[in-house]
């Protein structure tokens, strides 16, 4: 016997608002399921003599929305295999926000049933008609209950269904707040379309969680932002300003530069992010960060214009890579502290290269360190690769020593020597900071940021005493700078 499952909408209103060939379906249905009760038109059906079975029960029994709709879907498929005929009919349109639908349409070959969706209105033609909107303007119908910040598009009309409680506008309220401002009008509507139950009330983002007729049938909507600044929070939108400004129509400036004119740049503005890190200054690592991400996305606008390739083929490699390098997490590899999650990835590196038809063993244990870096963080890298293979030294006390050879070398060294022995000088101190296990880098920009604090109590005393550099001397400025290094 062949199994089927008819799948009708109730629609959005009363029984007078069904289509005959819907009521037919479900008045003349052998056996007849609700997912739910709490709908318009079940008194109606019941006034009919209609005879029904719901799963109200099953929402009060499963702790998530998820687990409710699983077990109806088993338990319409078990039904039908057992009678060879159900009729199962959803508030709306049954292929407008009906997860149970989804899941039927995915699951019911499977068992060697037929599904027969027979339709019915949904929601959203008296919506639009309530509010006058026009839906080719574009819209978004998103899910409630997996409401996500990156589903959210401030330029469409947007529609959230199934807000079926507080707690569930609460969390709506919490999502929208990442894109609108807290005062931002919302929309709730209740039984879109039902004569007499209808309630429509506009109020702040920030009231949406405490309007009094959340329920089965209530929905919010969102209209499109007209406030620029709303704007500005979408990556978007920041795409098409960078467009924009290397248009013929937009700024000479920008229109000129091309990758090499604008490489300084991209160092510069690398350097003034980690100041602010150095300084501790998150409001000035935002600005910081968003300089250096203008500089990635000018190189990205001029590689589209000459077509090799955009800011989003940037974010896939990215995207892609990243999901790639970390099996411990997006695979099946296991990785129980850093050491093995920095293997898993130096693994897949190693995979990356043979694909590219690199061979490691053709390769200089040296490669693969930008030649970019400042030289100081160049040899820490250079001398970290060399150490990994057995090239390095025995233990710390043979690194002092190679710098105490290196400083009499430079000392002994002709003018024309100079340059070359103070580099072996700098490069032994450089293998020292790697023994201790500190990064050059960071122990220099330590170094700089004393010497600027100290260096700024001699001029405070100038000030002080109404004088300049001129007018004191070395003794009295090595007075003061070993007064400054008492100050906290």
Sequence with gaps: MNSIIRIAGLGAGTLDQLPLGIYKVISQAPLLFLRTAEHPVVDQLRKEGIAFQSFDRLYEQADTFAEVYERIVDKLIEAARETGEIVYAVPGHPLVAEQTVQLLLEQGPRHGIQLDVVGGQSFLDPLFARLGIDPIDGFALLDATSLRTD??????????????????????????????????????????????????????????????????????????????????????????????????????????????????????????????????????????????????????????????FTVDDVIAGLNEKLIRRHPHVFGNKQAEDAEQAFANWQEMKAAEKAAKGINPDEESKLAGIPRGLPALLYAYKLQKKAASVGFDWDNIDDVYRKIDEEYRELRQAAPEEQAGELGDLLFAVVNLARFLRIDPEEALALTNRKFIKRFGYIEQKLRETNRTFAETDLEEMDKWWEEAKQVP
């Design 151 to 308: 589903q959210l598009n401030p330029g469409l009309h947007t529609v959230i269904a199934q807000v079926y409680d507080q707690f569930t506008a609460s969390d709506v309220k919490l999502t929208l707040m990442d894109v609108y401002p807290d005062e931002y009008p919302v929309t709730v509507v209740t039984a879109v379309g039902v004569a007499g139950a209808e309630r429509i009330e506009t109020v702040p983002l920030y009231e949406l969680d405490r309007v009094g007729h959340l329920g089965n049938l209530t929905l919010v909507y969102v209209a499109p932002a007209a406030d620029e600044t709303i704007r500005y929070r979408q990556f978007s939108y920041l795409k098409e300003i960078v467009s924009i400004l290397r248009s013929p129509e937009g700024c000479p400036w920008d229109r000129e530069q091309t990758h090499r004119s604008i490489r300084k740049n991209l160092i510069e503005e690398t350097y003034e992010v980690l100041e602010t890190i150095d300084d501790d200054d998150p409001d000035a690592m935002c600005e910081e960060l968003g300089d250096l991400l203008m500089q990635i996305m000018l190189h990205a606008q001029i590689a589209a214009e000459d077509g090799y």
